[in-house]
């Protein structure tokens, strides 16, 4: 008794690709979820087949609400009237503030056709337009960098632009990846767009803003001699 009934995960996000990891996060930790085969309605809004639904009724209950609920840090004084007592440590892990998705909590039951999810995938993406000189990719998913360390793995020519510029119809912000055409390129920026959901717009010419050459970052680790308590 009492709500949630189930949490509604829309696909039409600000970042679509989020969206599908924190289905695979909730997944991971033993939460269902399920996928609507068609429309919807719950909770007064009308939901598209597409939507990912976890319902309340299940074992994992618990946790799917510690992971989707807003936690509440508690006022608690350093002595009567005097600042608040900060936080040792984590005062809260809510999944779609931290990775900026929109979950629906709906309360009131409903019906609606789904299927369960194993593991969720994004919708492939797209490349078009003409790539006689490259490609521009938004910088905004952060599959985005994922697709940037591969394509420099594999010896592309990668870089950022410095500024917003138009190109086809489109105009592009400060900040687009460029991907130059190079020996295999498109058939990698192919399998990018299909296996990350990332859709890469043709450039027939370099383009007008200024370009910030991409190279591949080198990491250390560091190891003290002393001992961590964490």
């Known amino acids: 008794e009492g709500g949630p009934f189930a949490y509604v995960i829309p696909p039409d996000q600000w970042m679509p690709g989020e969206a599908v990891n924190l289905v695979n996060v909730l997944r991971r930790g033993g939460v269902e979820v399920h996928r609507a085969t068609s429309s919807f309605s719950a909770g ?3 939901y598209p087949e ?3 639904v976890a319902y309340g009724g299940q074992a994992f209950r618990p946790h799917l609400m510690d992971m989707l609920e ?3 840090y508690p006022d608690r004084r350093m002595y009567p009237g005097g600042p608040p007592e900060p936080p040792y440590d984590l005062a809260g892990w809510t999944l779609p503030y931290q990775m900026g998705v929109r979950v629906d909590r709906i309360d ?3 019906e609606a056709r789904t299927a369960a ?4 995938s994004p919708a492939p993406g797209t490349v078009s337009g003409n790539a006689s000189w490259g490609w521009a990719l938004s910088h905004r998913p952060n599959a985005s960098a994922l697709a940037v ?3 420099l793995a594999a ?3 990668v870089s950022w632009s410095g500024g917003a510029f138009d190109a086809g119809g489109v105009r592009h912000e400060a900040g687009t990846i460029l991907v130059e055409a190079g020996s295999g390129t498109a058939d990698r920026v192919r399998g990018l767009a299909r296996e990350l959901g990332l859709d890469f717009r043709g450039l ?3 383009p007008g803003a200024a370009a910030h050459t991409l190279r591949r970052p080198r990491i250390g680790i560091y190891k003290s001699w002393d001992a961590s308590i964490d």
């Open 44 to 46: 007064g809004e009308r």
């Open 50 to 52: 597409g939507s990912y």
């Open 70 to 72: 807003a936690q509440d």
């Open 108 to 110: 009131e039951p409903f």
């Open 117 to 120: 999810v194993d593991r969720a």
């Open 149 to 151: 360390n591969r394509l």
């Open 155 to 157: 010896g592309d020519r």
């Open 204 to 206: 027939s010419s370099a």
